[in-house]
Every structure is written in structure tokens, then in C-alpha cells.
């Protein structure tokens, strides 16, 4: 759009877009911002269908047949370099090899950002009318910023704690196409384990649990998975490793006086599955058009950039802001509980698409008839279900009245925070 834009990059150009990721992304994300799909040796294996199994490890959940699950697992490296030589074809410079520093700040205005080469050790300086912190759950940028616009501390249960490896399967999978999805306290407390499929014979396998409880590490959870799980035993890890990944409503504001936030930096990603690349492009292709139209106003505050708030969380983001007090849910109930519901189908695949989707729970009058029916030996699981779909809602309501203007940003943000602090479900 005739920017000048400049990419600062802690890694050397050849390994952009190599890091620890669960691979997966829906085609709807590519949909909606109009970037290309992947092809060739971008994708890894297509993706139609998922199962979802509980503690028992039986009577599993199977998702078929949801064109809003239909996607691909890719290949990290590839992919990265395909978009970075997209960005590089449009006009963007790259800086790769260097570690950013500190905001550059002039009064109340960020104004650019210090850098320092990892070759040479040479530090500089380079100014701009608007800086992108888009460095992921570390936020270079955000967490060196003073504003009452913006959140630096992230709270160790919104956080999740990540290891996964590939690797390559003794036999091949029977549905190379199908993804599953473990949930329950041993496998993954306040978390899941997954495997991804990445080909006919190999697959992206790791798992995620909540942060600040001290349920030991998510490697050595892994590992114990591994071993007992008949499909991974004896498999050879081909690369792994580890992360953090936030798991919450995105910040209450993405901007600052000449400073926005993409990515998990702005925690912009599922809080169910982590997933963060389909929710990142969503916001990059909205930011660059608020950024160009700031520019052009030359009002390049908060309140100049404040249409990317208004067009992210008041569309994608409101659906992930719902879905927060679904993940709530998910991990304070007790292993029994998820297993009864499993086995009751107190929970359809289609609730957990429409979760997904942002739609809530959906639960016609009928609806809950029949899942009280087979439900009412556990009443207080019907009730924690029901309350849940009604916080869904409360928050997808309230994140569509998302503020106009920073000056109701506080008031907005009290309310946000009563239905995250309301939304407590059963006993553990």
C-alpha cells in the first residue's frame, strides 16, 4: 500500500517461520483474508476431520463433515518463507539477524525501536511512524511500554505450557486425515494432547497444560504418552521442542500512541487449542489497513489507530474472548465428569464447532430436554454446562459493544473481567 516497511528478525533469513507450532490452520483463515492457500511443499497433510477422546479413552467425540475444521497441517519453514517473500515482493525491507531492544519513546509517542546485529554486535536505531510488536508470547515491545492502554502482565493460568515433536510412525496412520485431541488431568492437566497428522507416516504430537499449578513438565507428560499410546511407541522424533502460548481473550486494547500488537503478542489465539497463525493473519491484514489510513490522517495515537480494536475484537476476536469461559470449563471439570459427559453426549460435535465458531453452546428448549434427560444423574454437570453457554454468550454481547474511543475502555474492561472472574464451574 506504499508504506515503507521494515522487518526486524532475531533469526537468520533461510530459517524465517522455522519454530514450534502445532502445524494446523482451517482454510477459512485463508478465506477470509484473501491470502493464497498453501500448496506444494507447504502443506504437510490435509485436514477434514478430528477426534476428540476424554480420560477413558473411549467413547470419543468424531468430527466429520465441518467445512469450518476443513485445513491443512503445514510444513513451519516453508510457509514462513512463502509469506516473508510475499512481504519482501510487496515493498518490505528485512533486517534479519538482529535483536530488538527497547521502544524508542518521545513524551507519551513510540517513535521507533533500538536494534543490535547478532553477527557483529553493532547497535542502532531506526525510527517510524507506527512500530509492530508482532515477536510472540516474549512481547519485545508491549511488556517495555508504561500506558494504561496496555497490558504487560499475563497471568501464569492463562498461559500454557507447550513440547511437541515430529516424528515418523512405525506403521501409517489408517486416516492420515484425521487429527485427535486428548483431554483429562493425567494426559494433560488444564490442557490437551494432540497429534496432528503430517503425511501418511508421521505426525505433529505434543502437549499443552496450564501454567502456575506446578503438574510437572509438559515433556515429561509427553514422554509417558508416548509410551503408553500404541500408535506413537517406538516412533523416531525427527525435531522438537517447546514454548509458551497464551490462552485467553485477546489484550483489551491492540494499540498504543504509535504502537499496535499482533499475534500472541497481542494474545491473539484460540484459548481451547492455542491456535494463534488463523487469528495473526486475520489481524496483520486489518492492521496494515488501519496503519496505512492512520498514516494518511497523520494521527498516528491511539485514537488514530484505535479502528483496528474496534474491526478485531469487535469480529474474530469477540470470538475468541467467548470461548475463554468454554476453556474455563473444560479445565475445572473433574475427569468423571468428562467422561460421563462423553458417554451421555452431554456435549455434541457440533457444540464444539459452534464453540469454535463463536456461536456459543446452542441449546434450544428441546435440546435441553433431551440432555437433561440423559444427564439428570449429574444435575450440577447440566448446570455448569448451561452456565457456561450463557457466559459465552454474555461475553460475545459485550465484546460486539467493544468502545468507540479509549475513554470507555476501563469501564468496558470492569465488565470483561466479571465474567472471567464469575466464570468458576464445579468442585475439583
Known amino acids: 500500500m506504499g508504506l515503507r516497511t521494515l522487518i526486524l528478525e532475531k533469526k537468520p533469513r533461510e530459517l524465517i517461520g522455522k519454530k514450534v507450532c502445532g502445524d494446523e490452520i482451517s482454510k477459512s483463515h ?26 477413558c479413552m473411549t467413547n470419543e467425540l468424531k468430527v466429520r463433515g ?23 515482493q510487496a515493498g518490505a525491507e528485512l533486517m534479519d539477524t538482529c535483536r530488538v531492544g527497547e521502544p524508542v519513546v518521545k513524551g507519551d509517542q513510540v517513535v521507533g525501536v533500538t536494534f543490535k546485529s547478532l553477527i557483529d ?21 508491549r511488556n517495555k511500554l508504561d500506558d494504561d492502554l496496555i497490558e504487560k502482565r499475563v497471568d501464569k493460568s492463562d498461559v500454557a505450557l507447550c513440547y511437541r515433536e515430529i516424528v515418523k510412525l512405525r506403521i501409517p496412520l489408517a486416516e492420515p486425515e484425521v487429527a485427535r485431541v486428548f483431554i483429562g488431568s493425567r494426559t494433560a492437566p488444564d490442557g490437551y494432547t ?34 503408553e499410546y500404541p500408535l506413537l511407541y517406538g516412533c523416531e522424533v525427527l525435531d522438537a521442542g517447546g514454548g509458551a502460548v497464551p490462552v485467553r481473550r485477546p489484550l483489551k486494547s491492540l494499540v498504543g500512541n504509535g504502537v499496535a500488537f499482533v499475534g500472541d503478542a497481542a494474545l491473539q489465539v484460540n484459548p481451547i487449542h492455542g491456535g494463534g497463525l488463523g487469528p495473526g493473519m486475520r489481524a496483520g491484514i486489518i492492521l496494515g489497513e488501519v496503519v496505512k489510513g492512520a498514516i494518511a490522517r497523520r494521527d498516528v495515537t491511539a485514537v488514530g489507530l484505535w479502528e483496528y480494536n474496534v474491526r478485531y475484537l469487535r469480529g474474530f476476536g469477540r470470538r475468541l474472548a467467548s470461548l475463554e469461559a468454554f476453556r ?3 479445565q475445572q471439570l473433574s475427569d468423571e465428569d468428562m467422561n460421563f459427559g462423553f458417554e451421555k453426549r452431554l456435549l455434541e460435535a457440533g457444540d464444539l464447532m459452534a464453540a469454535n465458531r463463536g456461536d456459543g ?35 460475545d454481547r ?14 468496558w474492561n470492569r465488565s470483561v473481567l466479571e465474567i472471567v472472574e464469575s466464570a468458576t464451574f464445579g468442585h475439583r
Do not use: C
Open 194 to 227: 494432540w497429534i496432528f497428522p503430517k503425511g501418511p507416516q508421521s505426525v505433529n504430537a505434543g502437549v499443552g497444560i496450564g501454567g502456575g499449578r506446578g503438574r510437572g513438565s509438559p515433556r515429561s507428560l509427553f514422554e509417558r504418552f508416548k509410551e
Open 361 to 395: 453452546i446452542p441449546m434450544g428448549l428441546f435440546e435441553k430436554l433431551k440432555r437433561f434427560k440423559r444427564g439428570i444423574s449429574r444435575f450440577r454437570l447440566l448446570m455448569d454446562l448451561q452456565r457456561a453457554a450463557h457466559l459465552m454468550k454474555k461475553m
Open 66 to 88: 465441518w467445512k469450518d475444521f476443513d485445513g491443512w497441517t503445514v510444513d513451519r519453514l516453508a510457509f514462513g518463507q512463502r509469506l516473508l517473500q510475499e512481504a519482501l
Open 398 to 411: 459485550l465484546y460486539s459493544n467493544y468502545p468507540s474511543s479509549p475513554d470507555r475502555l476501563n469501564a
Open 30 to 55: 485463508f478465506d477470509a483474508t484473501g491470502i493464497d492457500y498453501p500448496t506444494g511443499d507447504e502443506v504437510s497433510s490435509v485436514i477434514s476431520g478430528a477426534d476428540v477422546y476424554p480420560p
Open 121 to 141: 554486535g553493532n547497535e542502532g536505531t531506526v525510527r517510524s511512524k507506527v512500530v509492530v510488536d508482532a515477536s510472540g508470547f516474549a512481547a519485545t515491545i
Open 328 to 330: 474455563r470449563l473444560l
